[in-house]
């Protein structure tokens, strides 16, 4: 069956230094989805990447979909404590549920 | 309702006995899954219901889960038996058109087996 993989597992960094997070997926994607879930908290949606190549920017944070579509990254530049918390992205084949990723644990030190 | 509404927020019980978890999607929602989440891990899909097809049932650990839904409304997550190892949380999701849309995720049922 599809599978998602995700690393780092875990991210420890200063405030200010970058993050990035890569996920990969063992078949072709018709989307790719990014959520963040704070510690306690529940996913909540961040972005979706639909074409080949896309490349969409949110303030500090870039996500990226392969020319592939079966990548993508998301890297977060000059990090705040804000930031801290676990990120996952979600494939979508368009034939079955949301894949999710095993996350990216992010820990930001002030 | 505003959200994804999940109840209970938190649930103990002895092992070997019933629990059921409800979820209340966003109203007009066509989608609704299930996913469980242990401690620090990622998020397990269990199933799928998208609108009147028939549910994606791959995830599902063992016969002792199961889940139905009516029509667009209500889910209900029953795990018979439960097991130690189904100590986590279950988190419902529902998305307006199924798949390629956002997912909104309600807060979760935190249940612990012992």
Known sequence: GQQVMQIPQYQHVQEGEDFTTYCNSSTTLSNIQWYKQRPGGHPVFLIQLVKSGEVKKQKRLTFQFGEAKKNSSLHITATQTTDVGTYFCAGDTGRRALTFGSGTRLQVQP | ?114
């Open chain 2, 1 to 114: 309702g505003a959200g994804v509404s999940q109840s209970p927020s938190n649930k103990v019980t002895e092992k070997g006995k019933d629990v059921e978890l409800r979820c209340d999607p966003i109203s007009g929602h066509t989608a609704l899954y299930w996913y469980r989440q242990r401690l620090g891990q990622g998020l397990e899909f269990l199933i799928y219901f998208q609108g009147n097809s028939a549910p994606d049932k791959s995830g599902l650990p063992s016969d002792r889960f199961s889940a139905e839904r009516t029509g667009e409304s209500v889910s209900t997550l029953t795990i018979q038996r439960t097991q130690q190892e189904d100590s986590a949380v279950y988190l419902c999701a529902s998305t307006p058109l199924g798949q390629g849309t956002e997912a909104f995720f309600g807060q979760g049922t935190r249940l612990t087996v012992v």
